[in-house]
């Protein structure tokens, strides 16, 4: 059986005695950490910490957490997100005609590589259908054109809100989403781009890649921003080319890359162990 | 400038309230925590715990330190040590004929990779001199037969201790080490491997790899211990090799793994990151 | 649309000539050479070669291939095989429970990543039927005690007799093939096993590789022989761990590995590109 | 003793049976093929080769070589270089301050990695004159201003000249050669630039990189052409960083990044292994 924690993330000016506070105030109430990590960015001197305790034993009930903790935020001016671990977020794909990064995610939530749930599969082809089918997934369908761009887009917000979706993730959606809807999610899109992030931005990487003749190809995962390809990088990874590989054979190989970064991107975020700041994301591993 | 600071590495069996009681005793003090780092280790429920603080506007003496903790160490029964930033250990490098990682650790070591002083350089052969000399670097010949093994290993021992060395590192000293040489400093040899242990212990390990006709090829820096190549591991990296590598390509590619992974091992230890447990390293990075 | 290709692969004694020879040979029928390489393993003297060329325009028919080629085999004393590109090898994947190997092997066939039909799925356990259902593959199931072995790999042998089968892949299949199975197939069968092979070959690699506290995992795919994961060495990765993994994250982190690496193997088989010698083999990339 | 080779590298149109006519050129002349790889770029329809085979018994003589390739030259249209085992290249290292690269290629040209002389170091501060002393190099000073950087380039190019220089080596030289400089050394100037490129070029990309956030930094070794930092890419590597790692920390890890990747193009070049076709290098490894 696995353990129920509450996990504490939060942000806040550096100052003594933060690390001594926070742990006191879990085992004043009884709580066992488990995992604790902090990184204090300087010299903008802010201090972002991640903190996992089981909650067996803990004399603080879930309702009570909020304002027992209320007393520390304010002493230290902190952003923060206490997470329960037994709550499982609502996770809504979106996808396009390339199903091989859907298809690797609904693979890894069957083995149970992800906490979460996936209420909602968005596509604007038709092409996912016999996948989300056999998966007994919802998937509904939103074809983009110039026109009906945020017609369409209104209708998946209203789709998902109504789900109460935590996380979208775009697997391979060839789509641009709107500044107005990217707003909406904040922290809360991740976007697998196959390119090694900045080098290639925008339209196909791996054309750009081969033109210009680089000896390693690679993929990156973001949170999605307004500007294009430049939100704060959660994961990234590369692999070696040759002058033999054409663009074909490397989206093959970037394959497997888009894969391994998008899922591992996605699970770092449900295991909240993500905090941005700027253009940077910190990383409690 | 940089900062003076304490290291506190400690293990002990893992209850609530460590943490608390650990950053409280700091914070009580008056002093920052700078990084904190910790591990639990299941199931045997070993905390390991390193936990670095600033010095300047800490209310306790360096003298004081000891005493300060004990009460500490007593309830939770601690194994523990403090290192204090501004102590530069002495290091004792042991060399035979291929001196590439030696170079290259005196290198990094001008460059200020290490923080340490390099008192005392063991060679079993004269190749070193010129090198040496030019660095400016004192330097002891201890040529081993099997009869005067002991004799000498005793002058060094006799060297090591005159010198105050607090790590020796065996930049590809081809000798085996006694028992008793290595029972004199438990946790204070590191050793590189010219493979990806535990395969190719031994001799020739590229002549291993290149029998068994392997596609990766590795180096290994770890803690010398009585059982050859089997010590706790700290460091590993590996490269890929072809079908087309000899055993003298691959030792040529083998030089650049050596170092990085010498170093970085050696750098590890110098900066208290590493904690042992049985035949496993916990390293806090 | 893609060419038809011929492709020879051999090896015999090096001497001066051979080049010249089998390229003389390709440009007389009027061939196009669109890949050629070859290696001279020293100090035993052997030459192995693979060349590609474009069947287009190409003077010889299928049918006189042999014979056409049997004077060039006779004076270098070649062992050859001849591959045509439009031949569909056929393959046959054995399975237990594990089937992320074997979905991932049935996702990449669909997406085009291996020329080869699979008529043919063999499982010990009922567990991967709902898979096969769906994309439609024949799956038969044999399982195996200690007492039915010898007939049940009978029956398995008739079975891949009768389909005509060029490939065996043991897609994490967990029985240990008979010798007489074994035999059969000589470098016509691939495994996947999980370690950085000859590190933790046989039972629980994962396990021991916790034990042994290493950095970096892997994965070994190799054609088998009657050595248990001992057969030569097709493709190996690695990836880094840290103290903080368990058994259980070091096998969801491998199960990355096991799919790419098992993935290649075939490919490169599926493509020709392997020789073997003793327990190497040479890879034409 | 090892053998003395000649390489033919070559380049022209694609088209049936140049394998055959070179491989058969060599064979008619009694030589014996060590090593043959060649690309066909596709869709311009060029042919890359490198033939490498041993002189020993080879009945043409270093001074018949160019005059009895000619007919096949003509057929196909060659571009062709041939070069000699024996000739020992002469190769200028330019270096400015950090001296980290430059004491590297020392050292493996003195481990006997590299096949070359070095008759010559050109540094634009005195930095370097105890190196360069202790290793016995001929080391020249050139500092450069806006105002004398045109005449200083003179007198380098001038020294270059009369040593007979082949290859010069920009080991983190902090100088941008003029237009006119590169011209007269096309594909004959390496450089190592210290990040992953085509992102960060330009100057502090360490700086960059960390501004962006990105989680992979690296390092590119290519051929200098007027465009800064976009020449044809010979050789790149990365390594992992994550948000702990500062400006600092990256130029640490970087270094022996920089050192592998600008020694293995360095290396690539001296043994004839590149091509170069627009913005891409063909790598015969």
């Known amino acids: 059986m696995e353990k129920t924690t509450a996990i504490l993330l939060f942000s806040c000016p550096d100052q003594k005695g933060i690390v001594a506070a926070v742990s006191g105030f879990i085992a004043r109430h009884n709580g066992n950490i488990l995992d604790a990590d902090q990184y204090s960015l300087q010299p903008e001197n802010m201090l972002f910490m991640r903190v996992e305790w089981d909650l067996e034993g803990f004399t603080l009930g879930r309702g009570e957490l909020e304002e027992a903790i209320a007393p520390l935020v304010k002493r ?19 996808v396009s005609r390339h199903l091989y990064c859907f298809h690797d995610l609904i693979l890894r939530h069957r083995m149970g590589e992800f906490k979460a749930q996936i209420p909602l599969v968005i596509s604007n082809h038709r092409d996912i259908e016999p996948l989300a089918d056999f998966f007994g997934l919802a998937c509904r369908y939103y074809p983009i054109t110039l026109e009906n761009k945020d017609q369409q887009e209104k209708r998946e917000i209203a789709e998902l809100e109504r789900e109460g979706i935590d996380l979208i993730i775009l697997a391979r959606y060839m789509q641009v989403l709107s500044a107005a809807f990217v707003d909406r999610y904040p922290g809360r899109i991740i976007n697998i781009h196959h390119s090694f992030l900045p080098a290639f931005a925008g339209k196909s990487p791996y054309r750009q890649a081969y033109e210009r003749g680089v000896k390693i190809i690679g993929a990156t995962s973001h949170y999605v921003t307004e500007k294009l390809d430049d939100g704060p990088i959660i994961a990234q990874d590369v692999i070696r080319i040759t002058h033999k590989d054409s663009v074909d054979t490397m989206k093959l190989k970037g394959k497997d890359l888009e894969r391994t970064v998008l899922s591992k991107a996605v699970r770092l975020h449900l295991e909240h162990r993500i905090a941005t700041y700027g253009s940077k994301t910190i990383i409690f591993e």
């Open 76 to 94: 230290f001016g902190m952003h923060w997100k206490i997470h329960l671990s037994d709550y499982m977020p609502k996770v809504a794909i979106f």
